[in-house]
């Protein structure tokens, strides 16, 4: 009788159609060490190179709305609370000044930068957009602010108090960066 690991493992095999992705990274870590044994020991550090393989589901629970709006129709919603009114972006469930329940409504686009910093170093991901801006912006019509990238736009500083509108992905996959802003002209 196979255990629940081996179950797993046959399950990975049937979908990968070939090798399992486990032995894949392992002759990967393998050929490394083979083609350079100081990779253990170098600088300040003791690392040896590892695996993490991992699949899984996450929800964005009470938050789900937002994503899906921003998924579906490209729209940004906040949620206004029931007792004292403030709207907060991004949504909360509940009001986090007086914990009332909170309802969704539609925000605007448009927005103003409250702070924000230029990052001249960044991951792979983002070498082709160094530098770049991230910052607190809050929509026109909202009581509180996102962290979300801004483009530069041959700029190197973004001041507080600059008018910024939402831009949107074609292709979205209803995750925050489906969005960014752009400096109003």
């Known amino acids: 009788m196979k ?31 083979n083609h350079d044994p100081s990779i253990l020991g170098q600088g300040n550090y003791f690392e040896i190179p590892d695996k993490l393989v991992m699949f899984y589901k996450y929800s964005y629970g009470g938050q789900s709305r937002f994503f899906s709006e921003l998924k579906e129709h490209a729209e940004l919603y906040g949620s206004k609370c029931l007792s004292c009114g403030i709207l907060h972006f991004p949504p909360r469930t509940h009001c986090s000044e007086c914990y009332s329940e909170t309802k969704w409504q539609k925000v605007s686009n448009e927005g103003i930068v409250l702070s924000s910093t230029t990052s001249w170093y960044a991951t792979s991901d983002f070498f082709d957009k160094v530098p770049y801006a991230v910052g607190y912006i809050k929509p026109i019509d909202a009581d509180t602010g996102i962290l979300q990238r801004i483009d530069l736009v041959g700029r190197e500083i973004i001041e507080p108090g600059t008018k910024v509108t939402a831009k949107f992905k074609e292709k979205r996959k209803g995750v925050v960066s489906d969005f960014w802003y752009e400096i109003k002209v």
Do not use: F, G, V
């Not at 797993?8 to 992705?21: N, Y």
């Open 3 to 33: 255990s629940s690991t081996d179950k797993a493992r046959d399950t990975i095999k049937k979908e990968l159609k070939s090798k399992p992705l486990e032995s894949i990274i392992d002759e990967i870590i393998e050929e490394k060490l």
